[in-house]
């Protein structure tokens, strides 16, 4: 892809703004509104594959997938019940819609006790579908689980999830995207220390500030030293890289950068009001740091074309407000 056209592209997504791409379902900490900014990051414009160890929401292969700048995309978690939600996206699409329109009318009479009982079945069952659902009925998005594993959050009690006809419209035009998709279910080591030379890896791995506290936001925690050895193993096999890592909000910080002895270029965006302090009644806008590998600025031509890549003049800075 030539410049020009990159720039082509790039005024579309200045154009259609961050909620033109679609999102399957609500989750916390989805990267959707800056798929804009991480995907001008891609070489030449496009990629082979795309590689979304820590997939989550999986905004970024999404948002890849509608611009068509990776021909493929494999995601993958630890969390299976959400990778398995992803098989069902893709794969049973009309089975997913069917089982959350028929839960979203039941809830009907009661939803409070419906939501406890939903939620209680699935920690017993680990079932996607009911996943689908407690994601669309529990506050702000914003998953938490138990030390032993459990889902634990509460619902939002102002709201009854997305209306089916709202939904399936949703899961369809995912399931488009991502029905020729690799969805697995696993830690992010081999699939990045692996990944060939020509693949792209994006992560958005959990924050220092998320981890090891009494009400985890992550299903499995993630140690800084950890991650930090597995990236230098990375950038030693010349694997091009993103990482979305840890923010700054106007009065906190979460954790520490990484380590400078892995070479990776670190650049700021702002990632617009933190949910997080939604949630505590504040009001905060963040700013989140990208790292990029030394094998990927060397295939965007350096740190200048980078810098150009992000100019906060491509992006419409106003969606953020």
């Keep these: ?90 794969n049973e699409p009309d089975e997913l819609v069917s089982s959350y329109s028929r839960m979203w009318h039941e809830q009907q009479e009661d939803p409070r006790s419906y939501y406890l009982k939903t939620r209680e079945k699935f920690n017993e069952t680990q079932r996607p579908d009911l996943l689908l659902y407690l994601l669309c009925r529990c506050v702000k998005a914003a998953v938490r689980y138990s030390k032993s594993g459990s889902f634990n959050q509460g619902a939002d009690h102002r709201r009854l999830g997305a209306r089916p006809t709202a939904m399936s419209d949703r899961i369809l035009a995912a399931s488009k995207l991502m029905k020729t998709a690799e969805i697995g279910t696993g830690s992010y080591e081999d699939l990045l220390v692996s990944a060939s030379r020509d693949d792209l890896v994006y992560m958005d791995p959990p924050y220092q500030g998320t981890s090891d506290v009494p009400d985890h936001r992550y299903l499995k925690g993630l140690t800084r030293e950890t991650f930090s050895e597995t990236l ?29 002895e892995l070479g990776l270029t670190h650049r700021h965006i702002t990632a617009g009001v933190s949910s997080q302090a939604t949630l505590q009644g504040k009001k905060q806008m963040t700013v989140e740091s990208l790292y990029i590998s030394p094998a990927l600025l060397q295939r965007l031509g350096g740190a200048d074309e980078l810098d150009r890549r992000m100019e906060p003049r491509s992006w419409r800075q106003d969606s953020l407000a």
């Design 1 to 90: 892809m030539t410049l020009a056209s990159l720039d082509t592209l790039q005024a579309r997504w200045k154009s259609d703004g961050p909620r033109s791409v679609v999102q399957a379902f609500p989750y916390q900490g989805s990267k959707r509104i800056l798929a804009s900014q991480i995907l001008s990051l891609f070489p030449d414009g496009k990629v082979g594959r795309l590689v979304e160890p820590f997939a989550g929401s999986a905004a970024i292969s999404v948002a890849a997938r509608h611009y068509g700048v990776a021909d493929h995309v494999s995601i993958s978690d630890v969390n299976a019940p959400l990778m398995g939600l992803w098989q069902m996206i893709a």
């Design 232 to 260: 230098q193993k990375a950038v030693s096999n010349g694997v091009s890289f993103i990482v979305s890592y840890d923010v700054v909000t106007e009065d906190n910080k979460y954790g520490a950068a990484l380590p400078d």
